[in-house]
């Protein structure tokens, strides 16, 4: 459980830093606030990311491995 919450909060962290600088820019480009807007985006989306990641992780992980069996499944 305590690796699972780790692993929740570093790739909420790393998404949400990443994709809201370039959704800020893409929205904005170099706006003289860059920084504060991003900033913003930033604290708003990590604690839903964390959420988001805490609450699916197990289901999506499932279902990949369920994916990857199919595919990987020999014919015959």
Not at 10 to 36: C, D, E, Q, R
């Amino acid at each position: 459980m305590k690796q699972r919450i780790v692993f929740s909060l570093l790739m909420s962290f790393v998404l949400s830093l990443l994709m809201t600088l370039w959704i800020t820019w893409i929205n904005l480009g170099l706006a003289p606030n860059f920084l504060w807007l991003w900033a913003k985006a930033f604290i708003l989306a990590w604690p839903a990311a964390a959420t988001i990641s805490f609450l699916f992780a197990p289901k999506v992980h499932n279902l990949s491995e369920k994916i990857v069996r199919k595919w990987l499944k020999p014919a015959g």
